[in-house]
């Protein structure tokens, strides 16, 4: 599949390179092949990881920071829902981190074992739906922490590539947040990574590249996310293609998958956290470029 794009994005606030979708930025044909990359291999592209590198140090240090700062202890138990192939979790246990990691994938969880035991890291892994698993397989007042990474929360309804099931944002992501509020420890916290959309911004779709494009990365294989907000529905649409360069504005799609999932806001995450019992924090600083982070604290 070969897709002409435009060199130059605009430049849009918040530090993402973003560029409105126009016919002269790119030409899709959506019948074509996703390509040859599996899901997991593309997830790993976007994140920066793989078996010999199963997670990204700066990336686990930024959590930890934070949690350091929120909670003031240096060693906690925590719970990862929708782990996937364990960035950052597989890096925890070495800090004397307890690690639980839930993730409903079983080609995520494979590798998340393989990757686990590659570095000897002693890190719990269980292939389960989370809503399933937290109710039936934890106890009350058990975690001090539960980190949401990689938009895990937009996608629980949908991984991978379904559509939207026909049920209510606000009372799925309540449900969710209640479930989580249960095993938490009074005072504990969820973190959550999340691309915070506000419908009134995003009246068209935009693309949205990583690694940014800029004279360092020009030339060079990136992922291009076409994204489309629909307000009515609360859902965001993700076309994903990781793209190779082959000549001056032509790129060859060597994978493709769509992401459908919740548009998450500000609004709908602190009135499900307050339905939930719990108070959400808006972090200026994101633990890594590509999703905003959200702190939801156990009220006590």
């Given at each position: 599949m070969i897709c002409c794009v435009a060199e130059?994005?605009?430049?849009?606030?918040?530090?993402?390179?973003?560029?409105?979708?126009?016919?002269?930025?790119?030409?899709?044909?959506?019948?074509?092949?996703?390509?040859?990359?599996?899901?997991?291999?593309?997830?790993?592209?976007?994140?920066?990881?793989?078996?010999?590198?199963?997670?990204?140090?700066?990336?686990?240090?930024?959590?930890?920071?934070?949690?350091m700062r929120e909670l003031g202890n240096s060693r906690f138990r925590i719970l990862d829902l929708g782990a996937g192939s364990g960035n950052p979790s597989i890096g925890l246990p070495k800090d004397g981190h307890d690690v639980q990691m839930v993730d409903m994938d079983r080609a995520f969880t494979d590798a998340a074992s393989r990757r686990a035991e590659r570095i000897g890291a002693q890190v719990?892994?269980?292939?389960?739906?989370?809503?399933?698993?937290?109710?039936?397989?934890?106890?009350?007042?058990?975690?001090?922490?539960?980190?949401?990474?990689?938009?895990?929360?937009g996608y629980q309804d949908t991984w991978p590539d379904r559509e939207l099931p026909r049920c209510d944002l606000m009372k799925s992501l309540t449900a969710t947040l209640r479930l989580c509020r249960s095993v938490l420890k009074p005072g504990g916290l969820v973190v959550i990574e999340v691309p915070l959309e506000e419908p009134q911004e995003t009246p068209r779709p935009y693309l949205q590249f990583h690694p940014e494009v800029t004279a360092s990365?020009?030339?060079?294989?990136?992922?291009?996310?076409?994204?489309?907000?629909?307000?009515?529905?609360?859902?965001?649409?993700?076309?994903?293609?990781?793209?190779?360069?082959?000549?001056?504005?032509?790129?060859?799609?060597?994978?493709?998958?769509?992401?459908?999932?919740?548009?998450?806001?500000?609004?709908?995450?602190?009135?499900?956290?307050?339905?939930?019992?719990?108070?959400?924090?808006?972090?200026?600083?994101?633990?890594?470029?590509?999703?905003?982070?959200?702190?939801?604290?156990?009220?006590?």
């Open positions: 130059t994005p605009a430049r849009q606030p918040g530090g993402t390179s973003e560029l409105l979708c126009n016919k002269r930025a790119m030409a899709l044909d959506s019948s074509q092949p996703h390509g040859s990359m599996t899901l997991l291999e593309i997830w790993d592209f976007i994140s920066g990881v793989g078996d010999s590198s199963p997670f990204d140090k700066s990336f686990k240090e930024n959590v930890t920071r934070l949690l719990k892994i269980a292939c389960a739906d989370w809503r399933d698993y937290i109710p039936k397989q934890l106890s009350r007042d058990e975690y001090d922490v539960i980190l949401c990474m990689g938009n895990a929360l990365t020009i030339g060079g294989m990136r992922s291009v996310w076409l994204v489309t907000c629909d307000p009515r529905r609360s859902s965001r649409t993700v076309d994903t293609m990781v793209m190779v360069p082959i000549s001056s504005g032509l790129a060859e799609v060597r994978g493709r998958i769509v992401f459908r999932g919740w548009l998450l806001t500000r609004s709908a995450i602190a009135a499900a956290a307050k339905e939930a019992g719990m108070t959400a924090h808006f972090q200026e600083k994101r633990l890594r470029s590509l999703f905003d982070t959200v702190v939801l604290r156990h009220n006590k």
